[in-house]
């Protein structure tokens, strides 16, 4: 597990639980986030938004973990995130390595997990369209004055309340919440609401260094042509470095979706 600190200014429309300080109480939020790192795995980052108070602050807070997140020229240069899940996920208590995604892709945490105070949105659920979440996410490196500042969406997504997903512990209170009290009482797994950022090829880049490579070949086609004098070799030549290209393209590509 991964805990991820942010220091902005205050809230708060959330319930109760609460942490004093020496000039107000701030109520413990943490953001759940999973992101693919490669090898089959997720990680699970909680980030504390409990002094967090707008749209631009919360986006700010999940890019910079996100990219922190993303290790390896692959991963930092050839993908950019794709689309957006609001999952139910799991944690091994005792490993703590990697997040394994159950249910998706609208999970929102259940009514009574709102009425215990365990979790918190604005309720009936509203899912922030994937589109409009990576639109904040990228808007979110420009640090635009103002752009954002509204709560408009901060409070819509699903917050865990007081303790981490890891650190809860929740006891049975009737019958009728079994089906929670199963998941958060598992000895040996914590489960969670949260949201999964879903990685793809970065198109644009791709096509670039595919250009690129092609300049490369008419290059190598050029020179071989002033140098034997004729065209049959030098396109000849041209024409299997394109196919070669062609064909490591589409490796790559493959490559990525695997990543």
Not at 139 to 149: I, P
Not at 188 to 203: K, M, N, R, S
């Amino acid at each position: 597990m991964h805990v991820s600190q942010g220091v902005v200014v205050s809230p708060i429309h959330a319930p109760k639980e609460t942490r004093s300080t020496s000039q107000e109480t701030l109520t413990l939020r943490w953001f759940e986030l999973c992101v693919d790192v490669g090898d089959y795995t997720t990680d699970h980052y909680e980030i504390d938004i409990s002094q967090v108070s707008s749209d631009a602050e919360l986006f700010r807070l999940i890019r910079e973990r996100y990219k922190s997140a993303k290790r390896g020229f692959a991963r930092q240069w050839l993908l950019k995130p794709r689309d957006v899940h609001f999952v139910l996920f799991s944690m091994s208590r005792r490993y703590q390595c990697t997040a394994g995604i159950h249910e998706k892709p609208d999970e929102f945490p259940p009514k009574v997990e709102l009425d215990h105070q365990r979790y918190h949105y604005l309720h009936p659920k509203l899912r922030m369209p994937a589109k409009i979440f990576l639109h904040y996410l990228n808007r979110a490196k420009y640090k635009v004055w103002g752009e954002h500042s509204e709560d408009l969406w901060l409070q819509r997504l699903p917050k865990k309340l007081s303790e981490t997903v890891l650190a809860e512990v929740v006891q049975s209170q009737n019958n009728s919440e079994q089906n929670i009290v199963d998941l958060n009482s598992d000895p040996d797994l914590a489960f969670g609401w949260g949201i999964h950022i879903i990685d793809g090829a970065d198109h644009a880049v791709l096509a670039f260094i595919f250009g690129c490579a092609v300049a490369l070949s008419l290059s190598i086609s050029l020179l071989i042509l002033g140098l034997a004098k004729t065209q049959e070799q030098a396109f000849g030549v041209g024409s299997y470095l394109v196919a070669m290209i062609a064909c490591f393209t589409v490796a790559v590509y493959a490559w990525f979706q695997d990543l």
